[in-house]
């Protein structure tokens, strides 16, 4: 079965959330197929992982931020919808020369990512263990037959 790698993720997760699916030929199946495709995608971890001068530079715009950042009443920064509530005005300049210093490191990451990307988006073939419908336990809840449908065969 071909897939993206983005979606064999998606798959993957599925069926790592399953719980109390009976029947011991589609339990088998649910196995097999999380073991070959968390194989496959075992070679995607750490690819996005930041190298240590981007942790570096994410680290000193963070403190520049966190300088910036409004406080509460104990002196800590104030957030916001996820992000820091700061007068951007004040942080944009500071940032920005860190950014000139770190441009470099900042283009490998953002290439990084890029590359990243376009792996999730390659479309991987992955042998798949099917089951028949008939062998899907009658009481199966929907839930778990969306995670379960790509391996079913009528």
């Known amino acids: 079965m071909k897939k993206t790698n983005t979606e064999w993720d998606k798959i993957f997760s599925g069926l790592k959330s399953l719980e109390n699916v009976k029947g011991i030929k589609l339990v088998y199946a649910i196995s097999k197929n999380k073991d070959k ?8 971890e750490g690819l996005l992982k930041p190298n240590e001068e981007y942790v570096e ?3 000193k715009r963070v403190a520049i931020v966190e300088k910036h950042a409004k ?3 104990y002196g800590n920064p104030v957030i916001k919808n996820d992000s820091y509530d ?3 005005d004040l942080v ?3 940032v920005g020369e860190l950014e000139k210093e770190y441009k470099k490191v900042i283009d ?3 290439k990084q ?3 990243f990307n376009a792996l999730l988006a390659e479309e991987v073939e ?3 263990h099917t089951v028949q419908l008939k062998e899907t336990p009658e009481d199966i809840s929907l839930i778990q037959f969306e995670k379960i449908k790509f391996m079913i065969e009528e």
């Not at 495709?37 to 995607?44: D, G, N, Q, T, W």
Request: aromatic share 4%.
């Open 108 to 110: 490998d990451r953002k």
């Open 57 to 59: 530079f994410d680290n």
């Open 92 to 94: 944009k300049p500071e």
């Open 37 to 44: 495709i968390e194989s496959h995608l075992r070679h995607l």
């Open 126 to 128: 992955i042998d798949i």
């Open 86 to 88: 700061v007068d951007v």
């Open 71 to 73: 406080k509460d009443e």
């Open 113 to 115: 990512i890029e590359e």
